[in-house]
């Protein structure tokens, strides 16, 4: 036990959490914080915009494994980490949030918290729905339990981020602290390992199946799973298939990666995944920009699904061999109860219809006259950039084209927003991925319309040394939306023209 502020407990639990670096913005309910921070050998970021400290926080978690932290003061600081902390939920990223909050007493002990004093905004109500969990810490002693809880809660069983609201003067309130060892929380047991039936049951129908397909998703990626994933398939000479949030899962050269599904997937996966008799999906939630009408996804296959969080299994597509586990200890389980009954395959008339499809469907890229068309650039970007170099987008037609053509080699180098397609994240989340790789080359690919949304970063890639390469994509479009009121509303194109200058009005 040993006597501190607030403000030095959570500095102290932090650096016990192994933080190495805050993204965030300084205000007047977090200089208390502040002022402990700055001798603790925490390097702090400071960035333009809150939504970028979390941005970045959240891509320092995907390329490097590790929780990423972001800072903001209360009220407006707050809620400006709200599209980021979103972000990070939808596609389970574990990000830890730590925002001020105004003081809970007035001099005269009223209670202020609900009061609409200045700067106060509930953001533990407004951020509930997104985060895995939030706390507000009412008493100074809480802090240590609060951030070992926090940190655990993050990274365990389905990742995601959390959120600690700090009021004032608890972080400038005296007390006792206990730094705990480990974490018990009540009610919260992630299942991790997988049931031994269901193994067997699913090794049972992989290796009964005829057009055995996998479909790896991001799940793969965050278990560290690539490597189970890749020796299970080169044993059943299963071909892979990805959603764009397990692009890189597998190496995008490798003989049996057919590339990503859905909206704006490759032609081959689409087609092969519909001609499947058994659906190895690990780590996906079938979301509908991978599966498209449910009706008509894999309408002839068996379908076993892993995933840890078990809400996602039966939610959006009927399964015939449910498994709740982490994907990486499951996919090691298979791999040894099918080696067990099995011989590796060899070649099989499935393998052939899969490379027929590759040469009837690749699209073949290649240059043509003076113009620099995107897929042409994904490729020739691909050449030039080591195996191990990162990789962010932004949203929009930009983020399909690097789906599309540029081929990734690793996991945790592809960084890119998903589940809520958030303009503006690739700047910042290529921010965060350097500061976790600073001798990779890391480039974010953009549009002018994304880039727009978080440019000012700019200021943050200078000051702090963060040398990351942007490659914008400027057509003076709204690309992406553009493309939609072409297909879907007859040409008729409207606030889409980042170009455009209105007619300018005299004002006597």
């Not at 995907?62 to 800072?71: H, L, N, T």
């Amino acid at each position: 036990m040993v006597e501190m502020t607030g403000a030095e407990a959570l500095v102290e639990s932090l650096k016990r959490q192994g933080v190495k670096v805050i993204f965030g913005i300084i205000g007047g309910a977090t200089l208390p914080i502040y002022d402990v921070l700055q001798e603790s050998g925490i390097r702090h970021i400071l960035v333009r915009h809150e939504q970028c400290a979390a941005h970045a926080a959240d891509g320092y978690a995907r390329a490097s494994g590790k929780p990423g932290v972001c800072m903001a003061t209360s009220g407006p600081g707050a809620t400006n980490l709200v599209t980021g902390i979103a972000n990070a939920y939808m596609d389970s990223s574990p990000v830890i949030a730590v925002t001020g909050q105004v003081n809970r007493y007035s001099p005269n002990t009223a209670y202020m918290i609900g009061r609409d004093a200045f700067q106060e905004a509930d953001i533990i109500g407004i951020t509930t729905p997104i985060t895995k969990h939030n706390y507000q810490i009412r008493y100074a002693a809480e802090v240590p339990k609060v951030v070992k809880e926090a940190f655990y809660i993050a990274t365990t069983g389905r990742p995601g981020p959390v959120l600690i609201d700090f009021p004032k003067d608890t972080q400038t309130e005296r007390a006792e602290m206990e730094f705990p060892d480990k974490v018990e929380i009540r009610g919260y047991r992630p299942v991790v390992n997988p049931h031994p039936l269901q193994i067997k049951k699913a090794a049972e129908l992989l290796l009964k199946a005829e057009r055995p397909i996998i479909l790896a998703g991001g799940g793969v990626i965050l278990s560290n799973a690539s490597d189970e994933l890749l020796r299970l398939a080169e044993f059943m000479l299963a071909p892979v298939v990805t959603t764009f949030m397990g692009k890189g899962c597998i190496p995008e050269n490798h003989p049996l990666c057919l590339g990503c599904i859905g909206m704006h997937g490759s032609k081959v996966a689409n087609t092969a995944i519909l001609e499947a008799d058994v659906l190895f999906a690990v780590g996906t939630r079938f979301a509908d920009r991978s599966t498209g009408t449910l009706d008509t996804f894999c309408p002839d296959a068996k379908i076993i699904h892993i995933d840890i969080d078990a809400a996602e299994i039966g939610k959006n597509v009927e399964v015939d061999v449910p498994i709740v586990a982490d994907a990486k200890r499951a996919l090691r389980a298979v791999y040894m109860e099918v080696t067990k009954r099995a011989e590796k395959r060899g070649d099989t008339p499935w393998l052939r219809r899969v490379r027929e499809l590759k040469d009837r469907l690749q699209e073949v890229v290649e240059p043509s006259g003076e113009e620099l068309k995107p897929p042409v650039l994904m490729k020739e970007l691909r050449k030039l950039l080591p195996a191990d170099s990162i990789v962010a987008t932004e949203v929009g037609q930009n983020q399909m084209w690097a789906s599309l053509y540029f081929k990734v080699y690793k996991p945790r180098t592809f960084i890119s927003s998903g589940g809520l397609g958030t303009m503006g994240f690739g700047f910042p989340a290529a921010i965060g991925a350097k500061v976790a790789f600073p001798d990779k080359f890391v480039v974010d690919i953009a549009g002018d319309g994304s880039f727009i949304m978080t440019e000012q970063d700019l200021a943050t890639s200078v000051t702090e040394d963060i040398p990351i390469t942007v490659i914008v994509l400027n057509n003076s479009t709204l690309g992406m939306v553009a493309q939609w009121q072409s297909l879907f509303f007859g040409r008729r194109y409207f606030s889409v023209d980042l170009a455009r200058i209105p007619d300018l009005v005299t004002l006597a």
